[in-house]
């Protein structure tokens, strides 16, 4: 069975700092893998989404970029966080255009 | 645009109240709708996935529905541990998701 990971599980950055967030899927090849956030009483808003090894597609402008390095890894990073980017972090991987399942999460608190 | 809408935003019900959650859309060309249910810090769960108008999946006590411009995720003879907040998504593209912004349930013994 497919199991995907994400670590960490909660963060706490000061502003100005980077941002490092991983993702690791198990059990599938060749996943689509998604990045979302999640602010408070809001829904999911899609960030990149992979289709494959250094494929990746932007949803949002932002001072977030995303890598996927192996087939199964995706990476969430940031050069300088802001206040803004605090939320909840899902990463998710999907078989084509249909359900995505998604991992635990990062809560991120930017200071 | 592309919309979904959640109503109602947050539920409270007795144990054993059965009661239905609604999620309306707007897409152009609608490829799947899911529901997921979500618990406080953790990931969504997937739980169905809808195709075409008339559709219906069942599990346990949750039953979806679809039409052309709605879901309804009906929820019978609820238990507390039923309490998450339930969030629907439309498939518009092929890697294109939008959720809306969930409904809170509450579920009290």
């Known amino acids: 069975s497919q199991t995907i990971h994400q670590w960490p599980a909660t963060l706490v950055q000061p502003v100005g700092s980077p941002l490092s967030l991983e993702c690791t899927v198990e059990g599938t090849s060749n996943p689509n893998l998604y990045w979302y956030r999640q602010a408070a009483g809001r829904g999911l808003q899609l960030l990149f989404y992979s289709i494959g090894i250094d494929q990746i597609s932007s949803e949002v402008p932002q001072n977030l970029s995303a890598s996927r390095p192996q087939d199964r890894q995706f990476i969430l990073s940031s050069k300088k966080l802001l206040l803004s980017d605090s939320g909840f972090y899902l990463c998710a991987w999907g078989a084509g255009p249909y359900e995505q399942y998604f991992g635990p999460g990062t ?5 | 645009e ?7 935003e947050a539920l ?12 309306s859309y707007t897409v152009s060309g609608l490829r799947g709708l899911f529901w997921y249910r979500q618990d406080p810090g953790k990931g ?4 169905f996935t809808l195709y075409s108008a008339g559709e219906e999946k069942e599990k346990e006590r949750l039953k ?6 709605e879901s309804f995720l009906h929820i ?5 541990e039923d309490s998450a907040t339930y969030l629907c998504a439309v498939q518009a593209g092929a890697n294109d998701m939008r959720f809306g912004a969930g409904t809170r349930l509450t579920v009290k013994p």
């Open chain 2, 64 to 69: 979806a529905t679809l039409t052309k411009k």
């Open chain 2, 44 to 47: 969504p769960e997937f739980l």
């Open chain 2, 12 to 23: 409270r019900l007795q144990e054993g109240e059965s009661s239905s959650l609604n999620c």
């Open chain 2, 2 to 8: 592309d919309q979904v809408t959640q109503s109602p």
């Open chain 2, 76 to 80: 019978t003879a609820p238990k507390p």
């Open chain 1, 107 to 111: 809560r991120l608190t930017v200071t």
